[in-house]
């Protein structure tokens, strides 16, 4: 009986102690990947740092990628809290070099991730690549690292990033925003920015874009209760309403109009001309 009751003690005791160290780990779990729902597109190894690369997308691809970063200390085997990053993306180009639009680094709810936006507007090839430098802020210490970067075109071909000369002589790159197309009225947004130099890409403001969605495959139909874009303050993009009324191939036709109602590139949709030369493609 004694050892009966010893035994039960035991089960008892050793039940109590799995259940208590099984609460215990909860707190390890921090180690789970944050970012494990996202694609990792780049390691960069620096300063026996790993610098991790998240994105929304499989590869860098022109037009928007929304980043995210971690950086990992290698000698302590955990990622760095309250870092403060700089980036620069640099394309070298057989002719010059330039960079493209992109957003600060910020911090997110999580301490060790940070994010950010970059648009790539053209892709790299054989002879033309980009770096992507780094500058960051760890522990009080400043640091720098460069990597080189494989900016893809999109796997569908479709254009989702524009980048002309204006008729005001500027340059623009513009690009929009990812969504999932569906036979409704769609939020639809758009980034603009102005290349100032080959380095600065300001966000442009209070601008206007009209919108004309049109199926080339269906005697170029269009669609009604769109509307054009106007510039929101808040986030910086340009929102309207996109009215798709079935699926298959739409052609989104642009015309940029500044502040003064004068047109910076694109043109109206008629019977002799079936698309604007500033466009976005789509197909669902
Ligand atoms: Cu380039």
């Known amino acids: 009986m004694k050892t009966i009751k010893t035994i039960i003690a035991v089960i008892l005791l050793s039940i109590s102690i799995t259940s208590c160290s099984e609460e215990d780990k909860d ?15 780049t390691n960069v190894d620096a300063n026996n740092h790993s610098i991790e690369i998240y994105s929304e997308q499989k590869d860098f691809t ?27 993306p640099v394309m070298h180009m057989t002719e010059m070099m330039h960079s493209c639009p992109k957003s600060d680094v910020t911090k997110t709810e999580n301490a060790t991730v940070y994010t950010g936006y970059v648009v790539f507007q053209m892709p790299g090839n054989s002879e033309e690549y980009w770096d992507l430098e780094l500058e960051y802020t760890a522990n009080g210490q400043v640091y720098n690292a460069i990597e080189k970067i494989n900016v893809k075109a ?6 989702r990033v524009n980048s002309f000369v204006g008729e005001d002589d500027s340059r623009y790159v513009m690009a929009m925003m990812p969504f999932q197309p569906e036979i409704a009225v769609n939020d639809f947004e758009i980034m603009v920015f102005k290349m100032e130099n080959m380095m600065n890409f300001p966000v442009v403001k209070n601008h206007k874009i009209v919108l004309d969605p049109r199926m080339p495959g269906m005697g170029n139909h269009g669609s009604p209760n769109n509307e054009d874009l106007v510039f929101d303050v808040g986030s910086g993009l340009y929102k309207g309403k996109l009215s798709l009324t079935m699926s298959g191939y739409w052609k989104l036709n642009l015309i940029l109009v500044d502040e003064n109602a004068a047109i910076i590139k694109g043109e109206t949709i008629t019977s002799d001309n079936e698309s604007s030369s500033l466009f976005f493609e789509i197909e669902f």
């Open 27 to 41: 707190p390890i779990i921090i180690d789970e990947n944050p970012l494990a729902e996202y694609n990792l597109v």
């Open 62 to 88: 022109i037009g928007f990628n929304q980043l995210f970063i971690r950086i990992k200390d290698n000698d302590m085997d955990t990622y760095i809290s309250n870092a403060s990053i700089q980036w620069k």
């Open 154 to 159: 999109p796997l569908d071909g479709k254009r």
